[in-house]
């Protein structure tokens, strides 16, 4: 058992209250999942905090304990969902509308699911193209907006009675931007709040009020949200935890499972060109330059990240690589997507590799969901603040200190997440060194 924890967990006493911006496949999928799973409808395939175990002490003890049950999560039966959309739709009609869960399950979790109406959205139609709704707040300038839903996150948490709450990011995609004069700093910020600076998106002003309000931010989308001085000095002063950025599901997950295995056999690559197809609301956001800019970006990164084409010119200098994605209704959330890997090998003998990923992006992400929000809590209660680079595992662009590599090959920050736990309470960090077995 741990002598003595390395950081003081608060228990995980009360109701956990998860509040989404977006109300769409990704939430839905995942809300509609804790109930079924609660309900005994469904097994939670694919989260670590359910399922992973984590092995303490040397290999010969026999200690792996689940992940749930060696740090104080909160469980399934304590989450409270509530959230905001630009529709006004419950989470059980946008959870039909988009087709992900069969209408059979659907039917049998009606009753939590149309008790979750959106409230009023902050939105701003030069961030989010392609799609509008009714259901948004109209008065007042970016200040106003923060505040009305500084206010939306208090009643929540009182008529929850929820006693902590966390927030993650499941709407669209905004379009690119980079970080402007008037996110260097918290005044500054707040004085482009009051101005109603156009370089403020909507997902910094929900990303500011749960700052504001003590929640802990993730942002499952690539938007730059938090990735800015003002937000980020803000979380570390007050401190909160925030992490992101876009969930790693579907093709850029399995890069990262591929390309750190050529790049341990050392071999080459000369090409990787991946294509995709999918039919949902992401995909048509994503049909807009702007968005797809954003997701581009956060894709494209991640193999010149893993592959260091700089300490390793001879197998990775020329490595052409594109992303493409194509919005095709008839897919709905099904999406596929195709990769054309060109490799080579001994003496520069080429090599190919296609894969054909049929996918269902929101059931990959739902899963992630549930982890980011348990683990975000359980680092509010650890005392943990600013950027939570532990939780990297769950992104394509994993969020950094400034000046900081991320580090994107899967395994990697697997082994980061649990050597972290295994910091949290006081036990050994496994290095893998082994050697005592051979004393
Ligand atoms: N599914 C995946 O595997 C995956 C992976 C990585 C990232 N993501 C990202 O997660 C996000 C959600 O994906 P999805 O498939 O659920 O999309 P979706 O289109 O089904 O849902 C997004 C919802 O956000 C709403 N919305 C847009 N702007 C808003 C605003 N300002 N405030 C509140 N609501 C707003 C939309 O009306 C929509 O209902 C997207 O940004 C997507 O790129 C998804």
Known sequence: MPVKDNVQIAPAEGKLGVLIPGIGAVSTTFIAGVEAIKRGLGLPVGSLTQLSTVRLGKRTDGRSPKIKDFVPLAGLDDLVFGGWDIYEDTAYEAAVNAKVLEPSLLAQLKEPL???????AVFDPEYIRRINGPNVKTKGSKMD????????????????????????????????????????TLESFEKGLCNNDPEIAPSQIYAYAALKSGVPFANGA??????????????????????????????????????????????????????????????????????????????????????????????YKDLYHAVRINYYPPRGDAKEGWDNIDIFGWLGYPMQIK???????????????????????????????????????????????????????????LMKLKNTLRWMRGEDLITHLGLEYYD
């Open 114 to 120: 149309a008790a979750i109406k959106p409230m009023k």
């Open 145 to 184: 907006k923060a505040l009305a839903l500084m206010d939306d996150i208090a009643q929540f948490r009182d008529s929850t009675g929820a006693s902590r709450l966390v927030m993650i990011w499941c709407a669209s995609t905004e379009v690119f931007h980079r970080a402007a004069a008037v996110h260097q």
């Open 222 to 315: 690539p938007n730059l949200t938090t990735d800015t001085p003002a937000l980020l000095d803000m979380a570390r002063d007050l401190s909160i935890p925030i992490c992101g950025k876009d969930f790693k599901t579907g093709q850029t997950f399995m890069k990262t499972l591929l390309a750190p295995g050529f790049k341990a056999r050392m071999l080459g690559i000369n090409g990787w060109f991946s294509t995709n197809i999918l039919g949902n609301r992401d995909g048509e956001v994503l049909e807009d330059p702007g968005s797809f800019k954003t997701k581009e970006e956060t894709k494209l990164s991640v193999l010149d990240q893993i592959l260091q084409p700089k300490l390793y010119p001879e197998l």
């Open 355 to 413: 894969i054909d990923f049929l996918c269902r992006d929101s059931i990959l992400a739902a899963p992630l969901v549930l982890d980011l929000v348990l683990f975000m809590d359980l680092a509010q209660r650890s005392g943990m603040r600013g950027i939570q680079e532990w939780l990297s595992f769950y992104f394509k662009a994993p969020m950094t200190a400034p000046g900081l590599y991320p580090e994107h090959d899967v395994f990697i920050q």
